[in-house]
């Protein structure tokens, strides 16, 4: 199994920045990719942003030149740095790991796992 704790959610104003972070932990031989998506309320879940192990990244359009992900694959955590935010995106940030390798007795497993979210406020 494959655990995820997130921090760095909370209120912020308008044009203002958080960062958040996300670390895997347990018997982990490798996870694929790494990302962020987030749910407002009354809307459908959605990517933010998302990294593999080898640096590849993407972005929704929405966030493109306002937020930077990036991982540390010593620590198995992945960050976002969100910069001038607005109040749209405000919403549950979840942290997801894409084919999450990990050891189990007699071999290894592969699945995906979500974080419990973070809040983030963005205030007008």
């Known amino acids: 199994q494959v655990q995820l704790v997130e921090s760095g959610g909370g209120l912020v104003q308008a044009g203002g920045s958080l960062r958040l972070s996300c670390a895997a932990s347990?018997?982990?031989?490798?996870?694929?990719?790494m990302g962020w998506y987030r749910q407002a309320p009354g809307k459908q879940r959605e990517l933010v942003a998302s990294?593999?192990?080898?640096?590849?990244?993407t972005y929704a359009d929405s966030v493109k030149g306002r937020c930077t992900i990036s991982r540390d694959n010593a620590k198995y955590t992945v960050y976002l740095q969100m910069n001038s935010l607005k109040p749209e995106d405000t919403a549950v940030y979840y942290c997801k790991t894409d084919s999450a390798i990990y050891y189990v007795a007699g071999g290894v497993r592969v699945s995906d796992y979500w974080g419990q979210g973070t809040q983030v406020t963005v205030s007008s």
């Open positions: 347990g018997r982990i031989a490798s996870i694929s990719r």
């Open positions: 990294i593999t192990s080898g640096g590849t990244t």
